[in-house]
């Protein structure tokens, strides 16, 4: 859940790692049994493990969720390989990786680990992208620097009879060196904080579209915004620090409350992700206006008859999700329903994945459950899903940093754009479901036919599809606009 719902954190945080560490300890902790392992067994083992490496290294592109799932082919053969070292022999992958070639980049391999990826981030920057070429030839060339420091730096110090010999010695040096390193990470959280927004007096975001949004002239650079890029994908709702967004696992409703608490009017968001990016610019408008704001998120779950599919699986959580939720609404009786999606498909047959998904199930499934709130009394408005940003544009945030100067290379077609995401299944179930309204902010996301990274100042993306919470919060006044009269009609 955590490496699809923020992919850069979950590739650098430990819990998403401890399970791999796991993977090792076991190893380590069955080495007496392994050594046991009949030759023929241990031989298999080794080299499917082997094979395991090599398979990952070629079915896996930029799209896998990482560390998710799909570390677990590469990690098990890993361990695999090790695991039958113990009882192969010449016979098992030491007779290729027991060669000299391999022990020396073995050697090497932690410094190459240190150096490969600047390099190639700082390549990519340079040429504004790589070739499969290009990403090679820096790879190579990472061995140079990683051998100098290793051969002239970490051996020297490593091996020096000062602190190898010495065990004083090495423990000031390791707490030296640690106390450094936490100092520079402190002063990197200093300059982070300085350039995010610095030299921003006046970021209007959606503000600054004043007259028609077919006449808005993108700007064309922005050294300074806000979030700034490098911070981006913490522009989050604080509704996940207060945990009001369900996991992926969880089935059991969770209810938060924005706005006025004691407002006469109840405004009940639901959905996933897309819906919950909302909440801030609702929480404005309910405490100007003294309406309760009530929340029921879940992620990657569309409010609707469906079942959907997660991981190859029926989303069965999911269904039960919006199941109970349906029950709450229709018992507490809101005012509004609010609602938001960013998938676009169903399954045909909710008991089986591999039977295929499709938009005609999940239109079926929306205006299904929308007229049944509908019957209730209860007042459905949607709110349609915001263009999408192409795989070649990358992480818009990303795009951006690299390209301040030159925003143009970050835009892309919004007609490409709402093809994607929840949008044109929102659309169609809406003329399907009498009484539904919908509520469509994309003139002023996408102001014309191309759609900018920044407005006014404010970048729009964080992470995928997601937009800021600042731009969010720059386009309350729009939301309270079209808001406003359907909460009256419906009262």
């Not at 050294?223 to 620090?241: F, G, H, S």
């Not at 009498?434 to 996301?445: A, C, K, R, S, T």
């Amino acid at each position: 859940y955590y490496t699809m719902a923020e992919p850069p954190v979950a590739f650098f945080v430990t819990t998403t790692r401890m399970w791999e560490m796991a993977i090792g300890g076991a190893v380590a902790l069955g080495a007496v049994w392994f050594t046991k392992l009949p030759q023929a067994v241990a031989v298999l083992l080794g080299w499917l493990g082997v094979a395991a490496i090599v398979t990952s290294a070629f079915v896996y592109d930029t799209s896998a969720e990482w560390p998710g799932y799909a570390a677990a082919l590469p990690t098990l053969g890993t361990a695999a390989v090790i695991a039958a070292g113990f009882a192969a022999g010449r016979r098992g992958p030491i007779a290729v990786l027991g060669t000299r070639p391999f022990t020396w980049v073995g050697g090497l391999s932690y410094s190459l680990y240190l150096w490969h990826w600047p390099m190639i981030v700082a390549a990519a920057s340079y040429w504004e992208g790589l070739t499969p070429a290009k990403g090679l030839a820096v790879a190579l060339f990472s061995f140079v620097p990683a051998w100098l420091t290793l051969k002239y730096i970490e051996n020297p110090i490593r091996f020096s009879s000062t602190t190898f010999k010495v065990p004083r010695n090495s423990l000031k040096l390791g707490a030296v060196l640690s106390v450094t390193g936490v100092a520079l990470g402190f002063g990197l959280v200093g300059v982070t904080a300085a350039v995010a927004g610095g030299g921003v007096v006046d970021a209007k975001g959606a503000a600054a579209i004043e007259g028609p949004p077919s006449a808005f002239k993108p700007q064309k650079s922005a050294e300074a915004m806000v979030p700034d890029p490098l911070e981006a994908t913490d522009d989050v709702p604080e509704a996940y620090d207060k945990g009001c967004q369900v996991d992926v696992l969880s089935a059991e409703p969770v209810a938060c409350t924005y706005g006025d608490p004691d407002g006469d009017t109840t405004v009940t968001l639901v959905g996933d992700s897309k819906a919950l990016q909302w909440i801030s610019a609702l929480d404005t408008i309910g405490k100007e206006r003294g309406w309760r704001v009530v929340t029921y998120t879940k992620s990657a779950c569309t409010f609707a008859d469906v079942t959907i599919s997660q991981d190859g699986k029926p989303y069965d959580s999911c269904t039960k999700w919006s199941l109970a939720v349906t029950s709450k609404l229709l018992q507490d009786q809101p005012d509004v329903v609010l609602t938001s999606q960013g998938r676009q498909k169903a399954l045909k047959d909710p008991g089986n994945a591999q039977g295929g998904s499709s938009a005609e199930a999940m239109v079926e499934g929306m205006t299904a459950r929308w007229s049944r709130l509908a019957k209730a009394g209860i007042t459905v408005a949607v709110l349609r899903d915001n263009p999408y940003p192409p795989d070649e544009v990358g992480p818009v945030y990303k795009c951006v940093d690299a390209n301040r100067e030159d925003l143009a290379k970050c835009t892309f077609d919004r007609s490409d754009g709402e093809k994607q995401g929840g949008g044109p299944v929102q659309l169609e179930a809406v003329k399907e479901a009498p009484g539904v309204e919908l509520i469509d902010l994309n003139d002023y996301i996408c102001p014309g036919e191309v759609c900018p990274p920044v407005i006014g100042d404010v970048l729009i993306y964080r992470q995928g599809s997601h937009l800021t919470k600042t731009y969010v919060d720059s386009l309350a006044p729009r939301l309270e606009r079209a808001l406003v009269p359907i909460v009256d009609k419906a009262k």
